[in-house]
Nanobody, 124 residues
Framework: QVQLVESGGGLVQAGGSLRLSCAAS????????MGWFRQAPGKEREFVAA????????YYADSVKGRFTISRDNAKNTVYLQMNSLQPEDTAVYYC?????????????????WGQGTQVTVAS
């Protein structure tokens, strides 16, 4: 069973930054995709960013492009989400996710494993 645990959320002022971490344990996959999603109050869960588990390919939702950066450290089995220029609209619970489907499949869906979520609140 793959286990994902997010950390790094908190309360920040608009324009500030946070770095989220996602630590993976249990069986690890040599291929597939790691991603970040978020769910704001009263809204559906939405895709934020994805990174290929091998190689350097990344993909971002238009709403965060240029502000957020997804990265990974395979030796530590950890994925990061660096969030800069945060806005109140970024307030949400952020979830780490993993899937076995490869990069050739649409990156905003099909994730098999999910973390518990970490709260990010951006004050205006």
């Amino acid at each position: 069973q793959v286990q994902l645990v997010e950390s790094g959320g908190g309360l920040v002022q608009a324009g500030g930054s946070l770095r989220l971490s996602c630590a993976a344990s249990g069986p690890t996959l040599s291929s597939g995709v790691m991603g970040w999603f978020r769910q704001a109050p009263g809204k559906e869960r939405e895709f934020v960013a994805a990174i290929r588990r091998s190689g350097s390919s990344t993909y971002y939702a238009d709403s965060v492009k240029g502000r957020f950066t997804i990265s990974r450290d395979n030796a530590k089995n950890t994925v990061y989400l660096q969030m800069n220029s945060l806005q109140p609209e970024d307030t949400a619970v952020y979830y780490c996710a993993a899937r076995t489907a490869g990069w050739g499949i649409s990156l905003d869906t099909g994730y098999n494993y999910w973390g518990q979520g970490t709260q990010v609140t951006v004050a205006s």
